[in-house]
């Protein structure tokens, strides 16, 4: 699968540390059936990022292992995945990302997703940040 986006992004007026970011993207997605029903997928996407007018480009690669189980009349979907980020401006990845959720299909267009991350930043204060995030995803034919 080929994929390109575009992501705006913006401080809040009034913020201590304002910034504003362009983010066109471009990411393709490599899937590997495995054992068991198990699905591997290896996304690789490079962010064309200008922050404040600077141009940051960084290339993120991600693995991630799935498999979906049937519930009735729903779709369960356990993952676990890992990504590192090399951002030009340090010539090295530095950036690290652990994540574990869940993903359940509410019919064919709506998804529902919970998981927690674990982020590792080489370069940045604080080194280490634990998050909690959920999604509602609308999918259209």
Do not use: C
């Not at 600077?54 to 290339?59: A, C, E, G, K, M």
């Not at 519930?71 to 979907?77: K, Y």
């Amino acid at each position: 699968m080929l994929r390109a986006g575009y992501l705006f992004s913006r401080t809040p007026s009034g913020s201590t540390d304002p910034f504003t970011e362009h983010t066109p993207t471009i990411e393709n997605h490599w899937r590997f059936p495995l054992l068991g029903s198990m699905l591997l997928t290896d996304r690789n996407r490079v962010d064309f990022r200008f922050v404040d007018g600077d141009y940051r480009p960084r290339y993120r690669n991600r693995l991630k292992l799935e498999r979906t189980f049937k519930v009735g009349r729903l779709d369960l979907t356990p993952y676990g995945h890992a990504e590192a980020f090399y951002d030009w401006r340090f010539n090295k990845f530095h950036r690290f990302r652990y994540a574990a959720g869940g993903e359940v299909s509410l019919g064919r267009h709506i998804v529902f997703e919970s998981y927690y991350l674990r982020q590792r930043d080489t370069v940045s204060s604080p080194e280490y940040v634990n998050a909690i995030g959920a999604a509602l995803q609308f999918y259209f034919p």
